[in-house]
């Protein structure tokens, strides 16, 4: 259940598509069933009484999108962010890639995001409705008049997990009140590798990355990846491949992919929450965020808008490599 | 026929202004270190990409070394302190994925340390040589 | 019609194996993937695949040739080697009128050997779909999930395996394990027949049709304005067509060895912006153009030159995997006749 109600919202943006703030507003929009949600741009009330969605299973990040939607027109845009969203929103700021002018930004509180496989992996197939009930998920199937009753808390996506904030780092205004930073234990799974064996460490990653088939859905989804043109579509890269021939090309793009977003990262967990083969990609970036937090000092991407990456950053006195990888094996 | 003893095959990045010079004050003074060691010369060891280190990889090596001025002393002022950080992060991440991390290093040589670029090369070719041949980040198809 | 106990899987598994390479479904954290069969292998009980098993005849890289060159002179070099037979067993009827829709681009004059080499050599054994999803709309198309085709047959129910031979491969497969399966009669497998035309009923997209397109409605829909609404979230990344059984479009590309050239192919998507690039550049400008070459390929195009046969099998793999969940359904009804 979502603090906020889906009823709220819909009269939040009516108004602000009434009062010509806005002419458009990135929403959600329902689909076929309760899960399938789409990003979609409403531009009417009617538009938005019909279609827009509000629930559990908004996990799309819009920030991205922006960079799209303002190039469009001189007019502003509303979107709807949650906490997780506007660091993305922060950092996309910071590397100049929309005009902050043309966005009016509406948080919206999050209790956190359900994950369907999650769902389908207690009920199986045949979901034909999913009702919220209280902290429950009634779960009605094909195959049985009487729902199946889930505690959202054993569906909740791995993301929302390890959720780092309840926080909006910005908006024009909120929409069901704004939350603390949280304690999160978002390093503990990435902890539990490094704690592993070489050996078992090369073994869990081969097994991994070698159901990739190559979709670019990580990338692609990826609000810190925003190159105008690739490496990994560009001829003249020498690093163009479509296609996961070998272990060492899975290696090769999940390495780069990630490294080229590393203290850019905010951690939002798209890259996991789209992967069709369930790769816990994630677990690459968090990689690099607890590494530049134990190196460097803390830093969080997309926090304040103009911070510096790590990455584009040094000190004098920072740690040799030699010094510094692989400290925590065995 | 003799029987092949495994040789290493060791790429060296080294930087123009520094490590590069000092692998010539190395050979001047007619130092010894093994031939398995290819140098690729870089304007600055900042300029390499990660992507080098894993093509290097992809190519046959078994071991990748990146040589730069010591920090402070770069021609370019900071560019090795970019270097530092980013192969920091790298160098984690392969370990994080089972690769071997004694397998890549950095190393601060300057133009006066052709000695230091020949005890470091010795030394390095013989930790590769222990660590056998790499197999965890090699690709098959090259060697058809 | 034979029977052999779900129980004793296993024992049928082992003994194929021994004369075959036998890939079946098996479970991963959440979902499914074929896997060669190796002792202790479970089959899974997930209805479908993420990954369909088009990969077993159109991989998603293959390897055609390799070039040597010495001086001036190049040598070719055939790379194939001659494949034995194997076996993919628990394909759903979906997937198995997907290779009908390859089929129809391979096999056709001038055949692509190498796939043709494969499709010779793969046993296709079928199952039923006793649990069918809400994502499925093969009924759609006309595919029947309750009947599958393939070399063999085979249904599910109470604990019992029932398998019918269809073809000639399929009887020589039977033949290696005649000693462990028993003769039955059809009245179990009738009675599971009706059982899955039920849940069929009862599935939320039965009366998607496919009305407004097919052959000839090329000039009706390609201007349509809901395109642009369709496809403004799109990503453009490749999973729809990667997950897709029937897509079919692939990328020659050259890969340099220390000492040569293979010359592979791999699955490429329309949804790419490098897609059928040219020296005058890419003919489909913006995502809304490649979204909608998708859609028309599926829909209109392939139908056209294929008998009026739609190359979508509706096995909702794309409804699952989609990051944004835009999908062929969404577009049916958008532009379709009769889909409110």
Redesign the interface.
């Known amino acids: 259940m979502q603090k906020i109600s889906r009823f709220d919202i819909i009269n939040r943006l009516k108004d602000l598509l009434a009062d010509g703030n806005v002419d458009r507003v990135l929403g959600w929009k329902k689909?076929?069933?309760r899960?399938?949600?789409?990003?979609?741009?409403f531009t009417s009330a009617q538009e938005l009484e019909a279609d827009f969605v509000w629930g559990d299973f908004c996990g799309?990040n819009f920030s991205k999108?922006l960079i799209k939607e303002t190039a469009k027109s001189d007019k502003k845009v509303a979107v709807l962010l949650k906490p997780c969203d506007t660091y993305s929103f922060n950092q996309l700021l910071t590397e100049h890639r929309f005009d902050r002018e043309k966005v009016y930004a509406v948080g919206v509180a999050c209790d956190g995001m359900a994950d369907i496989?999650?769902i389908k992996?207690i009920t199986?197939?045949?979901?034909?409705d999913i009702k919220e009930n209280g902290e429950d998920l009634d779960v009605y199937t094909?195959?049985d008049e009487k729902p199946v009753k889930i505690k959202k808390t054993d569906v909740l996506s791995e993301r929302c997990l390890s959720c780092k904030s309840k926080k909006h780092a910005a908006y024009d205004e909120l929409l069901g009140g704004d939350g603390d930073v949280l304690d999160s234990n978002r390093f503990d799974e990435v902890a539990k590798?490094?704690a592993m064996t070489?050996?078992?460490?090369?073994?869990?990653?081969?097994g991994e990355l070698s159901?990739c088939?190559?979709?670019?859905?990580c990338?692609?989804?990826c609000p810190a990846c925003t190159c105008e043109k690739c490496?990994f579509?560009n001829?003249n890269s020498?690093?163009?491949?479509?296609?996961?021939?070998?272990e060492?090309?899975e290696?090769?793009f999940h390495?780069?992919r990630?490294?080229h977003v590393?203290g850019r990262c905010t951690d939002c967990g798209e890259c996991s929450?789209?992967c069709?083969?369930?790769i816990p990609l994630h677990l690459?970036n968090r990689?690099?965020i607890k590494?530049?937090n134990a190196?460097?000092g803390e830093y969080q991407a997309g926090e304040v808008v103009g911070s510096r990456a790590?990455?584009?950053?040094?000190?004098?006195e920072?740690?040799?490599?030699?010094n510094?990888?692989?400290k925590e094996?065995k | 026929m003799q029987v092949n003893e495994y040789k290493p095959l060791i790429v060296a990045f080294c930087c123009n202004w520094c490590s590069y010079a000092g692998a010539d004050l190395a050979g001047n003074n007619r130092l010894n270190y093994p031939a398995d060691v290819k140098i690729i010369r870089v304007p600055c060891s900042c300029r390499v990409n990660?992507?080098f280190v894993?093509?290097a990889?992809?190519r046959g090596a078994d071991g990748v070394l990146i040589c730069g001025c010591h920090?402070?002393d770069c021609h370019y002022t900071?560019g090795n302190?970019?270097t530092?950080?980013?192969?920091?992060?790298?160098?984690?991440?392969?370990?994080?994925?089972?690769?071997?991390?004694e397998r890549t290093?950095?190393e601060w040589i300057s133009a006066a340390e052709g000695a230091k670029f020949a005890a470091t090369m010795n030394e390095f070719v013989k930790t590769v040589t222990d660590l056998g041949k790499n197999r965890?980040?090699?690709?098959?198809?090259c060697k058809k | 019609m034979y029977k052999i106990k779900i129980s004793d899987l296993p024992a049928l598994f082992d003994k194929l194996s021994e004369k075959y390479d036998v890939f079946l479904p098996v479970d991963?954290?959440?979902?499914a993937?074929y896997k060669k069969y190796e002792k202790g292998d479970v089959l899974s009980e997930?209805?479908n695949t993420?990954?369909s098993p088009k990969d077993f005849f159109f991989p998603?890289?293959e390897d055609m040739m390799r070039f040597k060159t010495e001086g001036k002179k190049i040598d070719v070099i055939d790379i194939r080697e001659p494949k034995d037979d194997f076996i993919v067993f628990g394909v759903t009827e979906c997937d198995v009128k997907s290779f009908e829709v390859l089929d129809n681009v391979f096999l056709s004059e001038p055949a692509d050997t190498y796939y043709a080499e494969k499709r010779a050599h793969g046993v296709l054994i079928s199952r039923a779909c006793s649990?069918?999803?809400?994502?499925c709309f093969c009924k759609t198309y006309g595919i029947d999930p309750s009947e599958p085709s393939g070399d063999i047959s085979t249904w599910k129910a109470d604990g019992t395996l029932y398998l019918r031979p269809n073809t000639d491969k399929g009887e020589a497969v039977i033949s290696v394990i005649s000693g462990i399966l028993t003769e039955a009669d059809d009245d179990e497998v009738n009675k599971e027949k009706e059982k899955i035309n039920k849940?069929l009923d009862?599935?939320?997209?039965k009366n998607l049709t496919t009305e407004g397109f097919g052959a000839g409605k090329t000039a009706e829909l390609f201007d349509r304005p809901e395109w642009a609404?369709l496809s403004?979230?799109c990503?453009?990344?490749?999973?729809c067509?990667?997950?897709c059984p029937t897509c079919q479009c692939y990328?020659i590309?050259d890969?340099k060895t220390n000492d040569g050239v293979i010359r592979?192919r791999?699955?490429?998507?329309c949804m790419?912006?490098?897609f059928t690039k040219m020296s005058a550049g890419q003919p489909r400008l913006t995502q809304k153009e490649r979204f909608r070459q998708r859609f028309m390929h599926k829909l209109v195009y392939y139908p056209e030159n294929n008998g009026g046969l739609y190359s979508c099998v509706g096995c909702g793999r794309c409804?699952?995997?989609c990051?944004?969940?835009?999908?062929i359904?969404?577009v049916m009804?958008a532009l379709g006749g009769k889909n409110e």
């Open positions: 689909g076929e069933f899960y399938d949600v789409t990003p979609h741009v799309a999108y496989f999650k992996k199986g197939d045949g979901i034909s094909i195959y590798i490094e070489e050996e078992e460490r090369y073994a869990f990653w081969q159901r088939i190559r979709c670019n859905a990338r692609d989804v490496v579509d001829p020498g690093m163009e491949n479509k296609s996961p021939a070998n060492f090309e290696k090769l390495i780069i990630a490294f590393a929450r789209v069709p083969q369930r690459l990689k690099f590494d530049i190196f460097y790590p990455l584009v950053d040094f000190d004098k920072d740690v040799e490599p030699k510094a990888v692989g094996d | 990660p992507a894993l093509r990889y992809q920090p402070g900071t302190y970019y530092r950080r980013r192969m920091a992060l790298l160098f984690s991440m392969l370990s994080y994925l089972g690769i071997e991390k290093r950095v965890r980040l090699e690709d098959l198809r | 991963f954290d959440n979902g993937k997930k209805l993420v990954k998603q890289t649990k069918p999803s809400e994502t849940i009862r599935l939320p997209l609404g403004q979230s990503l453009g990344c490749g999973t067509t990667f997950v990328d590309r890969f592979y791999c699955w490429d998507s790419y912006s490098e409804l699952q995997s990051p944004i969940s835009m999908n359904v969404k009804k």
